[in-house]
Every structure is written in C-alpha cells, then in structure tokens.
C-alpha cells in the first residue's frame, strides 16, 4: 500500500499544503485546496504527523459556525464536500463526485519523538505497517488508533456470537445483567 504524509502551514496569507511526493499547494481558496487533498493515488493511506495541528488552517478557513458544528456532530458539508472530523483520530473529506479521502495522525504510534519533516512521517508510516504486517495486521487501510488497527484486523473477520444468536433465555440474562458487575451477575460456581 502507498503512503502518502502530509504537512500544512501559512504562506503569505495562504494556507500550504505539502504532500511527501513533493507536489503542494498554497491558496487561500478551501475548494482548491480540498481538491488538493482528494486527489486520487488509487489505494494509498494518508497521514500527517499531528493531526489537529496540521487541519487546524482548514479548519480555521472553514470558520467558527463549522468548527461549532463540526465539535458537536463531527460533520459539516461546505459546497460539494462534506467533512467529518474527530480530533486527534480523522479527518475525511468526500465529494459529491464520490472522492474521498481520510487523513490520520501518526505521532500516537511514535510518543517519544519530536515532530519529523513530511518525507520522514511517511517513511516512519511505512515502517508502522511493515511492523504491523510482521504481527498479522496485513490489511490496514486506517491509523484511527491502535485499538481500531485490531478491530479491522483481527476482530472483523472473527465469527462472534451476536446476541441475537444466543438462546432466548441466555440472551434475556445477558440482557439484564448489562449494567451490573459480572460477578453480580452470575451466581456463586456459575463458571464450573
């Protein structure tokens, strides 16, 4: 899988955008500019170093009634685009065309380092899924968090009994026992 890193800032009153493939863009137009960041690289993983540091001239363009809605919702539709955004977690742009895009924060996976340039987050994002190939973890399409990287790896593609495959006795106990500890759920030599 391709990685591709991000990195953003302000240039002359503009907002720059620079991709690790060396091709960036500076303007103060969010059209552009989301266009810049959905543009396709067929199945490629988009990362950053600090996530919120690095939407955060984004978002300041999109303005306080965004941001406010955006915190509450986590979604906000501006033109033909539609963002969602969970702080510290993802960033995804779509477009009405059907593009889309989701940019995640590398520095969770990498605390104790100081913030590298875009061409080594891309690199440190390649040694992250070589790592994780090497534990099983071979079809990643999101960093969200370590926990999701399990999730969409591991716990997926298990067969988990759901509660609705439960015996109808069985599935009312669990039901009335959510919310209580299990030890009060359960009676004494339950578990022999």
Sequence with gaps: MRILSYQTGFEDSKVLIMESGGASVSSGDLDE???FLLEDYG??????????????PLLRMLGRTACMALKSTKKWGYGLFQVFYVGGKVFSLSHASGLRMSLYGLEQYYPDLDEP????????????????ARMGF??????????????????SKLDLPKLEDMPKEVAEMAYSASGRLWVEAHQLGAWL
Excluded at 142 to 151: D, R
Aim: hydrophobic share 45%; aromatic share 8%; glycine share 4%.
């Design 138 to 155: 071979t079809d990643v399409t999101k960093f969200t968090s370590p926990v999701a990287i399990y999730e969409e790896a591991i716990l």
């Design 33 to 35: 500019l989301f266009s």
């Design 43 to 56: 199945e490629c993983l988009k990362i950053c170093w600090d996530l919120d540091s690095t939407v955060s």
């Design 117 to 132: 340039g875009v061409e080594e987050v891309q690199v440190l994002g390649m040694k992250l899924l070589r790592e994780l």
